[in-house]
């Protein structure tokens, strides 16, 4: 995958309560939510993603393998074979504090793992 920008910067120093950028994205279940319409194609799966903190950004007019992460807001595309979500994230975004493990109001799915 790569991202697609870079919202935090590298030695910045960076105001904590500001995060999640995304706060309506907190729970997993609702990021799940948003992969209804992820494209078939696509080679990771939502509840991977979702796990990682990333929701589905789709387009209007075309398919598009786009999320973005609930905290960080940085997004990331173009998923390939063997790609694992979390340390894509924490590639692209190693400053997102729910990589860092920081307490940024997850909330993770109760519902078990489908696979
Ligand atoms: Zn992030």
């Known amino acids: 995958a790569e991202a697609m920008e870079f919202r ?3 030695g910045e ?4 309560s500001l995060y999640p950028k995304i706060p309506h994205m907190k729970s ?32 209007a007019d075309r398919q598009i393998d786009r999320v973005q992460c609930f905290c960080c807001a940085g997004m990331l595309v173009s998923w390939e074979e063997g790609d694992d979500p979390w340390q894509e994230h924490a590639r692209a975004y190693p400053n997102c504090f729910f990589i860092l493990g920081h307490d940024v109001g997850n909330i993770p799915s109760e519902q078990p793992r489908q696979r």
């Open 8 to 10: 935090l910067r590298t």
């Open 13 to 16: 120093v960076v105001d904590e």
């Open 28 to 59: 997993e279940d609702a990021r799940l939510r948003t992969f209804s319409n992820w494209p078939s194609w696509s080679p990771v799966q939502p509840h991977d993603l979702a796990q990682a903190g990333m929701f589905y950004v789709p387009e």
